[in-house]
């Protein structure tokens, strides 16, 4: 008998074969689960600190990864007060604040790229910008731009949303000229949402971009066939964005988000009767304004980073290509695609003291230099990439019954998975609905590979736990041994 390791569903009944109440840092794979990746922490030996420059961020609210046509790579990141750029040489954060003062936001910073130039907007300061090719620090952005939360690039015009003062309105560029905000001058200009609240982001979608607000979401047309630049028409009235940052583009036209009543891709929700009820039972309501999704192109999975109600922030992932979700209790300051910084065998001695703490696969992109991979702002404020040792994981079978109504003696379970390192825990109950009571956790045998776990009880379930550093791929389903016990 094979008992599955089944995809994480927490909303379905707990003795659902088909789904698993609760998987922790592990990655969904075709026919089960893989493992998730750790953090590498980029760690300067003798970091040469310059004025202003430091080795660690407190409080990252942001971090983004520019690269230029002529291939010059940037890592800007920031927080309340200061901007700062990733020093390859030297692996610390060189400031790249404004000069005329500091800034001051309680929200998180949206970068955009346009050309060789970032833009960066916290809803507080001015949209700030900052030349790749010749800039030494950011600067105000000229001419007389809005105040705004985010920044999204559609066409040659750059579209600002979520403004201090119209959180109604979304504004426009002159077309290719992010300098140009004179409404009527070179195509720039600006529309009022008339219903739906709050304009909250923008996704950019082919022939314009989609806009989302607080309780509706509406469609931005390039209106080639009218005197207009822009278009607007209403696609949903009945949901909008739960938070200024929960949604994210995952492809061409295609994006996720979470809103008041769940988590959609476009307009098919992905969350109800799966996990939408767990999750609003999980989070802590008083910082979803706080709940930031992010994308991992190379795994296909989006991540969002929230705060729940045990005070902990944790991520939940969504794998767009398997249609599967996963759960993760790694902590970040902040997320994002992430550049690797270069890396030689002569340099190696910036991240390791010696080669026996290597903890990176030599086919890893940490070690391509310039290469695009995920990772973010470590809670240690350290720039860092998803490429280290395994995580410790658990996995979960649901609740089953192999006998019902009777009892089943268990004498045995091998897990189906090229792990050699790994514990298994029986737990079994008299009933569905009563606890779970949990065993001790066994090793497997060294030649069958075989747990010697033995119990019964009318439902059983079983835990995987993979320690942290065990080298693993997949893990599909648990064989089971054992025989129908007497009904009581």
């Given amino acids: 008998m094979k008992i599955p390791l089944s995809p994480f569903e927490p909303d379905k009944a707990s003795y659902n074969v088909a789904a698993a109440d609760a ?46 046509a002529a291939g010059t790579v940037a890592t800007f990141a920031g927080t309340a007060t200061k901007l700062y750029r990733f020093n390859e040489t030297t692996l610390i954060w060189d400031d790249v604040s404004r000069t005329s003062s500091d800034y001051s936001s309680s929200f998180r910073w949206v970068f955009l790229q346009f050309g060789d130039r970032v833009l960066a907007t916290n809803g507080t300061d001015p949209i700030q ?15 007389s731009p809005p105040v705004c939360r985010s920044l999204i690039a559609v066409g040659d015009f750059v579209v600002a949303l979520g403004i201090d003062s119209a959180p109604d309105l979304v504004r426009w560029s002159g077309i290719n000229n992010t300098e140009q905000w004179a409404e009527g001058e070179d ?29 509706a979401i509406r469609s931005m047309r390039f209106a080639l066939e009218s005197s207009w630049i822009f278009a607007f028409s ?63 192109p190379y795994r296909q999975v989006v991540w969002w980073r929230f705060r729940a109600r045990d005070a902990k922030s944790y991520l939940l992932g969504y794998n ?22 270069s890396v030689t065998i002569d340099g190696m001695d910036k991240y390791f003291d010696t080669i026996d703490e290597i903890d990176v696969p030599f086919d890893s992109r940490f070690w391509q230099s310039g290469q695009p991979t995920f990772g ?24 089953f ?88």
């Avoid at 922490?41 to 430091?54: A, Q």
């Avoid at 996990?275 to 802590?284: G, P, R």
């Avoid at 767009?320 to 910084?341: G, H, I, M, N």
């Fill in 320 to 341: 767009w290509t398997l249609d599967r979700w996963c759960f993760s209790d790694l902590e970040f300051q902040a997320l994002a695609a992430v550049v690797t910084p």
């Fill in 401 to 488: 019954a192999p006998a019902d109504p009777d009892r089943f003696f268990i004498n045995g379970a091998r897990l189906d998975s090229d792990a050699a390192d790994y514990t298994m825990t029986l737990g079994t109950s008299d009933y569905k609905g009563q606890p779970i009571s949990w065993r001790n956790p066994v090793t497997p045998s060294a030649r069958t590979r075989f747990c010697g776990i033995r119990g019964d009880g009318r439902m059983l379930k079983l835990k995987v736990n993979m320690p942290a550093g065990a080298v693993w791929k997949t893990a599909t389903t648990i064989e089971l041994m054992g025989e129908r016990a007497a009904f009581s």
């Fill in 23 to 68: 998987v922790v840092n592990a990655l969904p794979v075709v026919d089960g689960w893989g493992p998730m990746p750790s953090l590498n922490e980029t760690i300067p030996v003798d970091p040469d600190f310059g004025e202003g420059s430091v080795e660690t961020l407190e409080g990252c609210t942001g971090v983004f990864h520019a690269r230029t």
């Fill in 234 to 296: 209403d696609i949903t009235s009945e949901r909008g964005l739960a938070a200024p940052y929960a949604g994210a583009q995952i492809g061409q036209d295609d994006f996720v988000y979470y809103s008041p009543s769940g988590f959609y891709r476009v307009n098919n929700p992905i969350g109800a009767e799966r996990l939408n009820k767990w999750f609003s039972e999980t989070i802590d309501t008083d910082f979803l304004e706080d709940m930031e999704a992010s994308v991992d």
């Fill in 129 to 143: 910008k900052f030349d790749i090719s010749s800039d030494a620090v950011f600067a105000n952005l000229a001419g």
């Fill in 187 to 215: 195509g720039a200009g600006s529309q009022r949402m008339p219903a739906g609240a709050d304009v909250m982001a923008g996704i950019s979608v082919t022939g314009g971009a989609v806009i989302l607000m607080r309780a």
């Fill in 376 to 399: 973010g702002i470590s809670i240690n404020g350290r720039l860092a990439f998803m490429s280290g040792d395994n995580l410790a994981c658990d996995l979960y079978t649901s609740e």
